[in-house]
């Protein structure tokens, strides 16, 4: 079984802000990683998710994050966040065989300020 | 190319009635899951189906809770005798199915059950 823990409940930034969620996942078999967007009262947005090779995902929206084996951590990066960018930001697990349902973390809300 | 369709987007039942959800994956998708966001919290997973065929259904409750995806339309969740507790956000994702390589899911909307 995979699970996911993302440490960070709330990430307040301000506008033009460099952000990092984070992201760690736990499993005893090899992952796919993904990273979901969920905007208020609308359903989940694929923001990237990396599969294999380079260990540097670019997304939408000029999110990127970084597959981290030996830490079991893919952490989301923004260089600097827009107000548009509020929201709450789900990273996600699935094994690559077996079981193929996604297992969500609790989640981030991101709440960027002017 | 419509995505995933969901309906209602909003359904309000009163404590003892039934609740059917219904869910339409994308045009070419074969597999539906079906997860339940509690208010303040994330995605927990409920099952997970092709045409016919429940293939995980680990995390639906014991009772009170079904599912299916018939041969011809959509996916239904349906929640028998409704329970306040029940109140919460359904989110029906569909994939390809495919047997190897990632299965990345495309979500729905969600629909909104509350119940009174």
């Known amino acids: 079984a995979q699970s996911v823990t993302q440490l960070d409940s709330q990430v307040p930034v301000f506008e033009e802000a460099p952000v990092e969620l984070r992201c760690n996942y736990s499993s005893s078999v090899s992952v796919y990683l993904f990273w979901y967007v969920q905007y208020p009262n609308q359903g989940l947005q694929l923001l990237l998710k990396y599969l294999s090779g380079s260990t540097l995902v670019k997304g939408i929206n000029g999110f990127e994050a970084e597959f981290n084996k030996s830490q079991t951590s893919f952490h989301l990066r923004k260089p600097s966040v827009h107000i548009s960018d509020t929201a709450e930001y789900f990273c996600a697990v699935s094994a690559d065989t077996g079981r193929r349902a996604l297992t969500f973390g609790s989640g981030t809300r991101l709440q960027v300020q002017p | 190319n419509a995505g995933v369709m969901q309906n209602p987007r909003h359904l309000v039942r009163r404590r003892g009635q039934e609740a059917r959800l219904r869910c339409s994956p994308m045009k070419g998708h074969s597999h539906v899951y079906w997860y339940r966001q509690l208010p303040e919290e994330g995605l927990k997973f409920m099952v997970y189906?092709?045409?016919?065929?429940?293939?995980?259904e680990s995390g639906m409750p014991k009772e009170r809770f079904s599912a299916e995806f018939p041969k011809e339309g959509p996916s239904i969740l349906r929640i028998q005798q409704v329970v306040r507790g029940d109140s919460a956000a359904y989110f029906c994702?569909?994939?390809?199915?495919?047997?190897?390589?990632?299965?990345?899911?495309?979500f729905g909307a969600g629909s909104r059950l509350t119940v009174l």
């Open positions: 994702a569909s994939s390809l199915g495919q047997h190897s390589g990632a299965n990345v899911l495309t």
């Open positions: 189906l092709q045409k016919e065929n429940i293939i995980d």
